[in-house]
């Protein structure tokens, strides 16, 4: 017996080294070609970890002390398709560009106190799409896929169900509390994240009046490009893309002269940028289309500034030309210069649009610097206000079929392969994976396979599952993190239109104003924003907490 089992391993360690052949009643052995690194040494000292948990326990005691001042200022921060494995997979990616493993770094998103769950689900769709999400989480009400600004009685398409079913945004509500306003995108300004806090459509995809059906032009539905100039004409700051939907068609764009894709699309002959600046002649508004414009500006004499700087989206962080096209830090530090200017505070809506574009196109480098170059920006907004008296929320609309696995060592390039070959064909694969898009290959039946020399390159596509042209979204929560006044109210699992909610409250804008009766903004002498009133001596007392 003892003899037999002994020939039984031999023969299974010969058949292992064998391609394709797995002995019968063994689980394959994986063989790596990778070489797992030890850990840090100070990582193998439970002193470490244990001290580190105790200074956490320490700053989550803190959080006892909650600031029920009101918001003066709120930021949304929502990065599109940015769903929970992005988030993890960005975070690594900065701390690798910082030269470290990545996996033990922090977003500056990750530094937010409070965190929740949002539920992204569509009044009609259970994956969700960006327009029906935005009209969520800007509007306050779930809404159908494919339709901004508009309530869940809307159908797609049909412009005769828009009237009588607009809702209004809490940029809609922070103009009318006098606060200014600002919208900060890497997409085109008409997209659907941005176009949900100003238009009312039953389509997304109405830019211009190019893009919409003659009947709905004949009902009297409005193009989105000339909503953004005349629904809220007080908005203060917008910038992103999007020049061809302001200008009439044919017209070459400054740009690409020479592009007849970048051309203006608009049918009805305006000149919707010219029209805003004629609205704004009496103030100091200012036009501008690329980088070097926008730093000559003295912000200090601009209250008004339009800023298109692609005739569509805005290119890709890591495509950008950096001496004609704004990085979106730049863009969030001019917008919040412009609009601190306001006694009575400001609400900023800033979209890190091209996560999603990046993900679309299976191409997870482009998605994760994108991810990192907001959160760049979500770092140099903190620098530039006070915890004490701006709510700033970072959350997703929804998330992506993308995932990264396959039991990588510490410090795995993120875009790398995973340390063995599959047990199945012996191929090597990437840690990154999608469930479904165009990274999908076969070569003579087989998975194609993969070189360490394309998987870096910045539009390798990540292989996937299923074959499709474009990507799709995930269906799963995202998260929702949160920091300054009444950032505590996000707790919890919520359906994704409590987002406004929270916010108004806050800051004392839109319905939620009855706790705000009787009470007053004063600042405190470190400049932070404390509720106070004779009748709420409670809250009061609770809200100079903020000023401590």
Not at 23 to 41: A, D, F, S
Not at 102 to 121: C, I, N, Q, R, W
Request: glycine share 8%; charged share 20%; with cysteine.
């Amino acid at each position: 017996m003892k003899v037999q089992l002994l020939l039984l391993a031999n023969l299974n360690l010969i058949c292992a080294f064998i391609p394709g052949n797995t002995p019968v009643g063994l689980k394959k052995k994986r063989i790596y070609h990778q070489i797992r690194r030890p850990p840090p040494v100070h990582e193998m000292n439970p002193t470490f970890w244990r001290n580190q948990a105790q200074d956490t326990l320490k700053r989550a005691l803190n959080l006892q002390k909650l600031n029920i001042g009101v918001a003066k200022n709120i930021i949304l921060f929502l990065g599109d398709g940015m769903g929970v494995p992005t988030v993890t997979a960005a975070r690594i990616l900065k701390g690798q560009l910082e030269n470290r493993n990545g996996e033990e770094g922090f977003l500056e998103m990750d530094k937010f106190p409070h965190v929740a769950l949002s539920k992204t689900y569509n009044t009609n769709a259970q994956v969700p799409d960006s327009a029906g999400t935005a009209t969520a989480y800007l509007c306050g009400v779930k809404a159908n896929e494919g339709t901004v600004g508009v309530s869940a009685a809307s159908v797609r398409k049909q412009c005769n169900t828009t009237f009588g079913n607009e809702v209004t945004s809490i940029l809609k509500w922070a103009e009318d509390a006098g606060k200014s306003t600002g919208i900060v995108t890497t997409t085109r300004v008409q997209h659907a994240t941005p176009s949900a806090s100003y238009a009312h459509s039953v389509n997304r995809d109405w830019y211009s009046d190019y893009d919409m059906p003659y009947d709905a032009v004949e009902q009297g539905c409005k193009d989105i490009a000339q909503q953004l100039i005349y629904n809220i004409p007080g908005i203060e700051v917008i910038m992103g893309g999007g020049r061809k939907y302001m200008f009439p068609r044919d017209t070459p764009d400054v740009e690409y002269p020479n592009e007849w894709k970048a051309n203006g699309s608009r049918l009805d002959g305006k000149n919707l940028v010219e029209e805003w600046k004629h609205s704004k002649k009496d103030k100091k508004a200012h036009y501008v289309w690329n980088r070097e414009q926008l730093k000559k500006l003295d912000l200090n004499e601009v209250d008004h500034l339009m800023g298109l700087f692609e005739h569509g989206d805005l290119q890709y962080e890591l495509e950008r030309n950096k001496t004609s096209d704004p990085s979106l830090e730049e863009m969030v530090t001019a917008a919040i210069r412009i609009l601190s200017k306001n006694p009575k505070g400001f609400f900023l809506l800033v979209e890190g649009g091209r996560i999603d574009h990046g993900h679309h196109e299976g191409k997870a480098k482009m998605a994760l610097f994108e991810a990192v170059e907001m959160d760049k920006a979500i770092g140099r907004a903190g620098t530039l206000t006070r915890d004490t008296d701006t709510l700033t929320v970072v959350t997703a609309d929804h998330s992506h079929v993308f995932t990264f696995g396959g039991y990588t060592f510490r410090g795995n390039n993120i875009f790398g392969l995973a340390p063995y070959l599959s047990d199945v064909d012996n191929r090597p694969f990437t840690s990154i994976l999608y469930g479904n898009g165009p990274g999908y290959a076969m070569e003579n039946g087989e998975r194609a396979n993969v070189s360490t020399s394309e998987i870096n390159e910045n539009h390798y596509q990540a292989q996937s599952a299923v074959p499709l042209r474009h990507e799709t979204h995930g269906g799963e929560d995202v998260a929702i993190f949160a920091k300054g006044p009444m950032a505590h109210l996000f707790h919890s699992v919520h359906e994704q239109n409590y987002i406004p909610h929270v916010m108004a409250y806050a800051a004392c804008i839109g319905q939620n104003r009855d706790h705000c009766t009787n009470l007053n903004t004063l600042p405190c002498d470190n400049g932070a924003w404390a509720a106070q009133g004779t009748s709420a001596i409670l809250l009061a007392l609770l809200a100079l907490l903020a000023c401590v």
